[in-house]
């Protein structure tokens, strides 16, 4: 990661996180969840006016979605909060498409937000989180 990607991965954590943050709390009214985001594995090089809106087409958006189905009731409310603790927002694969995964109390997202999305790409990853934790839970 180049002076660059440093540059952007600060400007969102600065500018663009803490609404993200608020967008996936509201959702789910579980104030005290925590976040846990690998930076340094989100921002590509040579992605860089890719960003923000890659990074919350991937992860935030899709997530927000999600938890507002879930959360929708108080017995999807008391099910997350009883299940789900942290969220940990990471790229480690090698390709684009999303993987959802819950081990233990801690939800695991994983992509590449160098890869272009749209909105339509936004609702799929929010059906498969969805599914994920619902399954989970």
């Known amino acids: 990661m180049g002076l660059v990607e440093k540059r952007i991965a600060a ?5 663009q996180f803490p609404n993200w943050k608020k967008m996936v ?6 104030q005290k969840l925590q976040f846990e985001i690998a930076w340094e594995e989100l921002v590509k090089e040579g992605f860089g006016d890719w960003y923000p809106k890659n990074v919350e087409y991937n992860f935030f958006g ?11 009731d108080d017995l999807g409310k008391e099910a997350f909060a009883g299940k789900i603790k942290r969220v940990h927002i990471g790229c480690k694969r ?7 995964k819950v081990e233990n109390d801690t939800l695991y997202l994983d992509a590449d937000p160098s890869y272009a999305k749209t909105k339509d ?17």
Not at 62 to 70: D, G, H, Q, R, Y
Request: aromatic share 4%; with cysteine; net charge negative.
């Open 62 to 72: 899709p997530l927000t979605e999600a938890l507002e189905s879930i959360c929708a």
């Open 25 to 30: 709390v509201d959702a789910c009214g579980l």
């Open 94 to 100: 090698a390709w684009s498409s999303l993987q959802a």
């Open 121 to 137: 790409d936004a609702r799929d990853y929010a059906k498969l989180i969805q599914e994920t934790i619902e399954s989970a839970l």
């Open 11 to 15: 400007a969102l954590q600065k500018d």
